[in-house]
């Protein structure tokens, strides 16, 4: 039970780190924040991090009566976040923008704060992608808890590595360069679509559209 259960967690872990992508969001960081001071860029860095856990936190909360109250059935939700996960890895393979633009940078630092919020919290981090992801795994189990505590602590550890990386971020394109960048992001790109299409799997056997092979 306890090795099912860390097993478990670190696929959820390997998940979440895949859509939050810490590599693949060092260059629109970068653009969006290349006009401020090194000390406004480690606040923008801050608030960005903490809004996208509220975010995320608050559909850990209330995902599964989200889906309650609008009568979606979890079947139906996997299929949608199979789909919606097929088309970000096909352009994460291909090197577009995963609705991950950012507006040109303001000099204003008075700025900074929304240019935080918007776009680099909402959607760069806590995005579609992560929304479903959350949604998806509370829907999955019978109880609240479990998924709660395991999706808590993938997003934690997750948000630490985004955080690590947009920290280090002019180090680790020098280091690695946007080609290197682009290989591990192509990588990536390649697991998530077979997530996808399991994911598409799973919702029509749960709908009973496609019965289990024996």
Known sequence: MITESINEFFQLFFTVLIILDPIGIIPPFLAASGH?????????????????????????????????????????????????????????????????????????????????VFPLAIPLIAGPGMITTIILNMAASSTWLRPALMLSGAIGLGLIADYISLRCGTLLVRLIGTTGMYVVEKIMGLILAGLSVQLIYDGLIKLNIVSVPL
């Not at 850990?60 to 199979?82: E, K, M, Q, T, V």
């Not at 789909?83 to 303001?106: C, D, G, N, V, Y």
């Open 36 to 116: 401020f001071s090194a000390e406004i860029r480690k606040m923008m860095i801050r608030r960005s991090i903490i809004v996208a856990a509220l975010v995320l936190v608050f559909f850990i909360l209330f995902g599964r009566l989200i889906l309650n109250f609008f009568g979606i059935s979890p079947g139906a939700f996997y299929i949608s976040g199979g789909i919606l996960f097929f088309f970000i890895s096909f352009e994460m393979i291909w090197s577009k923008p995963r609705s991950r633009q950012t507006p040109e940078s303001a000099v204003d630092p008075h700025q900074a704060q929304m240019i935080a």
